[in-house]
């Protein structure tokens, strides 16, 4: 548990030991993630389309039809809409 010091004593330096490891292990886990963010806004820029035109649902990888197309041919050009 951790008990105010204020004169920074073993406590405080302790506590900033934590956060500074908590601080090191989030950003390291938000690193390994950034190559499979980094294309979406790419894509939809491009296209002109939101997510969820070529997704199943926002932040989900699964692709509808319209994004197994994109995936296959790199465009949209020529994709007609199932109704």
Do not use: W
């Not at 002109?48 to 932040?59: D, L, M, R, S």
């Amino acid at each position: 548990m951790y008990h105010s010091n204020p004169d920074g004593g073993p406590d405080a330096k302790i506590t900033m030991k934590n956060i500074l490891r908590a601080l090191a292990i989030t950003g390291t886990v938000a690193l390994l993630f950034v190559p499979f963010a980094v294309s979406t806004p790419e894509y939809s820029k491009k296209e002109t389309k939101q997510c969820v035109y070529c997704h199943t649902a926002v932040g989900k990888p699964d692709l509808n039809d319209a994004g197994k197309y994109y995936k296959a041919h790199h465009t949209l050009e020529g994709y007609v809409e199932k109704k």
